[in-house]
Every structure is written in structure tokens, then in C-alpha cells.
């Protein structure tokens, strides 16, 4: 499996990485997408919602670089076992809890 981090220690934002902190990251950043999803709900133009849309993903960021800084270990074993096992839960329990215990859900 390819490096969580890139060259300057942030995390790569991969299918494995965002599953694996779904739940964080819904929870820390639920302002921002909602802001986010009334923009476009009121005006589909995508320019319109550019501002919204950064902080949305900021946030996210922000949420994968606080997880890996306080959870590292846990959350490679998570994340290779999701993207080993094709981002299938079902199939990654004991890494998800081992994760969940050492960055419980706040």
C-alpha cells in the first residue's frame, strides 16, 4: 500500500483515508458541508458555492491531519485494511475498533 502521508507529513485524501474517517469527519465538519449543501441547493452554479466548498474541505483535511498526528498506528492498520479489502467495513472490524478506541468519536 501506497504512504498515508505525503512529503510534508499531510495526509493523501484516498478513497481508504476518507471511508476510514467518515465518521470524524461527519461529526467535526457537519457546519461546513451543511453551509456547503444549501449553497448548491439554492444555485447550482458551481462558481457560486467555491468559498463553501473550500471550507468544506479544509475541514475534512484538517479532521485527517488531526487523526493520523493523535491515531497513527491505528489508523494505517484501518486504512490498509480497508484499501486491501476494498473499502469493504465489514471485512475491517477489529482494525476499525482498535482505531475507534484510540481515537474515540467526540
Given amino acids: 500500500m501506497a504512504n498515508l502521508v505525503d512529503a510534508a507529513g499531510e495526509p493523501i485524501p484516498t478513497s481508504s483515508v476518507l471511508m476510514s474517517a467518515a465518521k470524524h469527519i461527519e461529526l467535526k465538519c457537519m457546519p461546513e458541508n451543511v ?10 452554479n458551481p462558481e457560486k458555492c467555491l468559498d463553501k466548498g473550500r471550507q468544506a474541505t479544509r475541514c475534512a483535511l484538517g479532521v485527517l491531519k488531526d ?10 492498520g484501518y486504512v490498509g485494511c480497508m484499501y486491501y479489502h476494498t473499502n469493504e467495513f465489514d471485512l475491517c472490524r477489529k482494525e476499525q475498533q482498535a482505531f475507534e478506541k484510540a481515537c474515540p468519536l467526540e
Fill in 35 to 44: 453551509e456547503f449543501l444549501k449553497c448548491k441547493k439554492k444555485d447550482p
Fill in 67 to 76: 487523526l493520523y498526528h493523535r491515531c497513527k498506528d491505528p489508523m494505517e
